[in-house]
């Protein structure tokens, strides 16, 4: 059935939206409208789009409109709102990166991700809110206000890639892109009840984020770097894989993909899988754990999977991914930057270039790296899935970067992300999955992490699991908007 208003315009997933462009039943003119709608009526509370750009998003909606009156092929994202983290470079559109220093940056070129949506008929909104370089993991930033929680305003999206599923999850996209170099798009895909799917290491390429050794700040990560997906549901997961993946001579980490199809085929097979509920060391909030458990069940009881609770022996990684991001930073050009920025570059990234860092870190950083890496490997070779909660705790407020006690422990401030690191630095595909609502109405995420490039694998287990536990596709709107219906909670 057609939609008949732009509420309804603002619920349709990507999948959707792309097929009722490609048989003109809806007009990607209309869709868009409807896009910009709901961002002036939701973003000045949320903060979700940094730099708006209707301008482009009409003109790009009118050219898909005409070459769908040409008869032209209008690509499998024809009409499909998207945005773009402001880490990610897009011609002729600012990218700040979060930081004073690129505060009028207007990248010459589009990063590949951009250029093959865009290619394939993705409407460009704007600009979406991150933390300064995405050295954070929530959505604050010299520049910008802060991104808040459509499910609560006065509570963190969570980060980096803060504002793209503050956008996604209150109905301004369907789809947006993040980067993911330890968990910016798992993260915040947890806190705000959206899938956030990171593919193998390789499998979506990135330039010049990352690789461009230009722009300190912009140029560091690039061993744990990932830019993949925040949506609904994991169909559009898949169906923004299907047109970023593949090889580009343009990043030398990438790698072929015609392994794997970017579908969702269910039922899946009878699945193993490792359930840890803290990785052996991660204080979680008591309410978290009961809504991740609840979820493991679904695995168990409706899919068939045979789960059993597992100690990954894990050696102490944090340290040792905090010294590989260090590794992987422009210290030179970042060290510059924070001298002429002084308190306007962010506290945290501030003590980060401040530190005295050696050279045995980094080594032994490495060591560690190996370590996890080879762990989880072994792991694998027995088990199809490990699953965990993708966050210590839900949604906290606006103006923290993390809870200082979680379930009667003092913890540091990051301690919350610690779970999402793993597959970066073992290049492992993961994704997020809402899970459930705490007793107080937050979202609350589960991880799950696939073998090396086992992406197919893993988006197929992922479909099966949200199809044995329907989910929500927009939160409760406080402004008077209308719940979505026929999905039951988990």
């Known amino acids: 059935m057609r939609p008949t208003d732009a509420d309804e315009l603002c619920r349709l997933t990507a999948t959707e939206i792309a097929a009722h462009v490609r048989t003109r039943t809806l007009s990607p003119v209309e869709i868009t409208e409807a896009a910009l709608t709901r961002m002036e009526t939701r973003d000045k509370e949320l903060g979700a789009f940094c730099t708006p750009t209707p301008d482009h998003a009409r003109a790009a909606a009118r050219r898909i409109e005409?070459?769908?009156?040409?008869?032209?092929?209008?690509?499998?994202?024809?009409?499909?709102?998207?945005?773009?983290?402001d880490l990610i470079c897009t011609k002729g559109i600012r990218t700040t990166s979060g930081s004073r220093a690129y505060a009028d940056f207007v990248p010459d070129e589009d990063d590949i991700v951009v250029e093959r949506a865009a290619a394939a008929g993705a409407v460009v909104l704007g600009k979406t809110n991150a933390s300064e370089f995405g050295y954070g993991p929530t959505g604050d930033n010299p520049l910008f206000p802060v991104t808040r929680n459509p499910w609560d305003p006065s509570r963190t999206s969570g980060g980096s890639?803060?504002?793209?599923?503050?956008?996604?999850?209150?109905?301004?996209?369907?789809?947006?892109?993040?980067?993911?170099?330890?968990?910016?798009?798992?993260?915040?895909?947890?806190?705000?009840?959206?899938?956030?799917?990171?593919?193998?290491?390789?499998?979506?390429?990135?330039?010049?984020?990352?690789?461009?050794?230009?722009?300190?700040?912009?140029?560091?990560?690039?061993?744990?770097?990932h830019i993949g997906p925040l949506?609904?549901?994991?169909?559009?997961?898949?169906?923004?894989?299907?047109?970023?993946?593949?090889?580009?001579?343009?990043?030398?980490?990438?790698?072929?993909?015609?392994?794997?199809?970017?579908?969702?085929?269910?039922?899946?097979?009878?699945?193993?899988?490792?359930?840890?509920?803290?990785?052996?060391?991660?204080?979680?909030?008591?309410?978290?754990?009961?809504?991740?458990?609840?979820?493991?069940?679904?695995?168990?009881?409706?899919?068939?999977?045979?789960?059993?609770?597992?100690?990954?022996?894990?050696?102490?990684?944090?340290?040792?991914?905090?010294?590989?991001?260090?590794?992987?930073?422009?210290?030179?050009?970042?060290?510059?930057m924070a001298e002429r920025l002084g308190d306007g570059m962010s506290p945290h990234l501030?003590?980060?270039?401040?530190?005295?860092?050696?050279?045995?870190?980094?080594?032994?950083?490495?060591?560690?790296?190996?370590?996890?890496?080879?762990?989880?490997?072994r792991l694998l070779s027995t088990y199809d899935l490990i699953v965990s909660p993708t966050t210590a705790v839900a949604a906290f407020p606006v103006g923290m970067r993390g809870p200082r006690e979680i379930d009667g422990r003092t913890v540091d401030e990051d301690h919350w992300t610690t779970f999402t690191?793993?597959?970066?630095?073992?290049?492992?595909?993961?994704?997020?999955?809402?899970?459930?609502?705490?007793?107080?109405?937050?979202?609350?995420?589960?991880?799950?992490?696939?073998?090396?490039?086992?992406?197919?694998?893993?988006?197929?287990?992922?479909a099966a699991f949200e199809a044995a536990a329907p989910w929500p596709l927009l939160p409760p709107d406080r402004s008077g908007d209308r719940a979505v219906q026929g999905a039951r909670g988990r």
């Open 421 to 462: 690191p793993i597959a970066n630095m073992a290049s492992l595909p993961a994704s997020s999955l809402p899970a459930g609502l705490t007793a107080q109405g937050l979202p609350v995420g589960i991880h799950v992490v696939g073998r090396h490039l086992g992406d197919a694998a893993l988006l197929d287990a992922c």
């Open 231 to 336: 949506t609904r549901t994991v169909a559009d997961a898949a169906l923004l894989l299907s047109v970023l993946a593949g090889p580009d001579p343009r990043d030398r980490h990438s790698i072929p993909c015609g392994d794997v199809a970017w579908t969702v085929r269910r039922p899946v097979g009878r699945l193993r899988i490792a359930y840890s509920p803290d990785l052996g060391h991660i204080a979680v909030d008591p309410e978290v754990r009961r809504v991740v458990e609840n979820a493991v069940r679904v695995f168990e009881r409706d899919l068939g999977a045979d789960v059993e609770l597992v100690d990954l022996e894990l050696p102490d990684y944090v340290e040792a991914f905090g010294a590989i991001v260090a590794t992987e930073t422009d210290l030179t050009g970042m060290r510059e």
């Open 66 to 85: 005409d070459a769908l009156a040409r008869g032209e092929d209008v690509g499998p994202l024809a009409g499909v709102p998207f945005g773009v983290k």
């Open 161 to 225: 890639s803060a504002g793209s599923a503050a956008a996604v999850a209150a109905g301004m996209a369907p789809v947006a892109l993040g980067s993911d170099g330890g968990g910016s798009i798992r993260l915040p895909a947890a806190l705000c009840g959206l899938v956030g799917f990171k593919a193998s290491m390789g499998r979506v390429p990135v330039y010049p984020g990352c690789r461009d050794e230009r722009y300190p700040g912009v140029n560091g990560w690039e061993s744990v770097e």
């Open 350 to 377: 501030r003590a980060l270039l401040a530190t005295p860092w050696t050279a045995e870190q980094f080594t032994d950083a490495s060591r560690v790296r190996k370590a996890v890496a080879n762990r989880l490997a």
